[in-house]
Each structure stands twice: as C-alpha cells, then as structure tokens.
C-alpha cells in the first residue's frame, strides 16, 4: 500500500505561480511512479507530469512543456509539481498518483490522493 497526500493548492491570478507536493507513506516506491493528474468539472481527468522514482525520469503533458516542472525529494519522499505561468484553463483538482510505471493513463496508477484544488483567475 502506497499513501499519498496532495497539498499547495489555492487561488492564484493568471500569470502567477504555484508549488504542489505530494507527500507519499507506506512501502518503499524505489519501483515506483509518481504522477500529477487533473481534472476540471465537466472534463476527464487529464495527465500532466510523471516521475520515475529510481533515475528521475520525466514524462509531461506536451502543451504543458515549460510550464510546469515534476521533481521529487527521496529525504522527504516527496514530489513536487511547480506551475508557472499559470492560465484560467489550468483550474482544476489536482491529484497525486502512485503506480508501477511512468505512465498517461488514469489506470495505470493504484494509488491516488483525494486532491488539491487550483483555481486560476483572470
């Protein structure tokens, strides 16, 4: 079992920059991936960055590229989603995600938080 926490959401005007992070806890995620999803109200829950646990490995949403940064900090077992730049369109629940391997979908991840809300205005 993998836990994880989402936190750094808010409000932020258009333009403006914001630092989510997920905290993870249970067993070791050496295997593991870790990726940031969300979802906007009447929309699908979308990719939007990933990072592979051993050897760092990125993967992001292509037309999210400069904008948005995944790392992770093995001390703390934390990952964190830096968002610059930020859009009206980029309001949505943000949401933390475990999973074997560094992936797009929604189903490849087993474990997810309960979300962070990011709300962009303009």
């Known amino acids: 079992q993998v836990q994880v926490v989402e936190s750094g959401g808010g409000w932020v005007q258009a333009g403006g920059s914001l630092r989510l992070a997920c905290a993870t806890s249970?067993?070791?995620?050496?295997?593991?991936?870790v990726a940031w999803f969300r979802q906007a109200p009447a929309k699908e829950r979308e990719f939007v960055a990933a990072i592979r646990w051993i050897g760092g490995r990125t993967l992001y949403r292509e037309v999210m590229k400069g904008r948005v940064t995944i790392s992770r900090d093995n001390a703390k077992v934390t990952v964190w989603l830096q968002m610059n730049s930020l859009k009206p369109e980029d309001t949505a629940v943000y949401y933390c995600?475990?999973?074997?391997?560094?992936?797009?979908?929604?189903?490849?991840?087993?474990?997810w938080g309960q979300g962070t809300q990011v709300t962009v205005s303009s």
């Open positions: 995600a475990a999973g074997s391997y560094v992936r797009v979908s929604p189903a490849d991840y087993n474990y």
């Open positions: 249970g067993r070791t995620l050496d295997d593991a991936a």
